[in-house]
């Protein structure tokens, strides 16, 4: 449905102009296939980069066909892939095309030089992504200048893991520290990376320790992996040979490399000379891109995780420019009563588990950084908005409602999973916050504490929400019985 209204807003335009304005293969092909075109798209990106990780070669073309997939998938992804690290990882996968040659495949190519463009290319990603991150920050929430914002981070983040708790209930003293830190590492270490070699090199060590630290306190996906990345281009050979074993086979090839070059320097020849006027090509266009990107920095009104060109070229980036502080979260009910009984006199309602948000209050906070839940994350962003705001969550209960194996496979537990279906999903809205070291819940065993807020969604049913997907051009799920689909 999304293709075709793309196809229908650009119905004046040519396939190629549309494709300028939403880059996607997915344009070119039958959108009655799309799944399998989709499947397709996602099988050819698995293979080329099983390959290029498991024989450390690549040249410019599998670059650009990883590039062009991924891009092909998140311009149709629409709020599955809304997230700020989707642009971050197309402007890096760009960047690398130019680090490769255009079709050797040699884990240490001979004269292919580092261009020089794309090395500050990425020292300017880095810069943008921190300082952006830093000024958001200064500009959208009180507590980041209080020094009061990691007082509530830990509890109230996307999607906490088991040192997220322990971090919480830390001191306030250190929390404050926390914050200053934070500031330092977002709004003044960022100048380090255009310094000498020296601070260059702390400049890039004091971002790779700041994702780690990320990292190890809790799940933002692969961001933070991903953001590592560019920080690395603030390095050179020597401050990153210790890293392989003196008779490492790439190490020597470089030291060969290196030493014929100081012999016999090389004559430019007719490649290298189209290579650099393709570099300079490429510095220009960054330059020309950077430039709304600077004006958003410069600006009072900073918007963060934006792009201003289709290609998501250059883009702007920012994180938790406001922290909530408390906790909410939207808990998916389901009963097979054939009436609404209220829960006081009788009514039975079995929750759904997901498989990384809080739920359970005995339920350890899980692990999986640098694997990204989309639901959990979406369901999050969802608790401090309204279901009207998202009605994708009504579509999501239509497709529990019918025990649909795509939706119950992102969850990890369906409590109608033995072959029945519930009458009524019903959404109830939580208030969560860690349970107390030492306290009486801990005791018990508690990571959470839950109070109940009230009604997220009402109780709905699968009939019931028939003409509201017809409305969204959504299909009506089909249920696996028909004895259940005549009750409802």
Known sequence: MYLKRIKQHFSQETEWKTFLHVPTLLLFTDPAQVDQHLDVLAYTGLAVSAFILLTGCANMIMMFALWLVYHSIVNVGQRWYSFGWESQLLESGFLAIFLCPVFKLQQVPAQTPIPLVVIYGYRWLIFRIML???LIKIRGDQCWRDLTCMNYHYETQPVPNPISYYMHHSPELFHKFETLVNHFVELVAPFLLFLPRPLRIW??????????????????SFLNWLTILPSIACFDDSSL??????FSGARIKVQEIQKAEKEHPSKPTWGLCVRRTFEIMLGLVLAYLSIPVVQN?????????TSFDSFRLVNTYGAFGSITKERTEVIFQGTRNRTIIPDDQGGIWQEYEFKCKPGSVARRPCLISPYHYRLDWLMWFAAFQNYQYNPWLI???AKLLANDEQATSLIAHNPFGNGTTPMFIRGEHYRYTFAEMGSAAAERGQWWQRTRIGSYFPPVTLRGLRAFLKAQDWELPKLKTNRNEAKQ
């Open 132 to 134: 952006g991150a830093g």
């Open 203 to 220: 400049g890039g060590l004091i971002q790779i320790a700041f994702q780690v630290i990320l990292i190890i306190s809790g799940n933002l």
């Open 241 to 246: 040979a210790w890293l392989f074993s003196s």
């Open 297 to 305: 920095l410069l600006s009072t009104r900073q918007a963060m995780n």
């Open 395 to 397: 579509h999501l209960a």
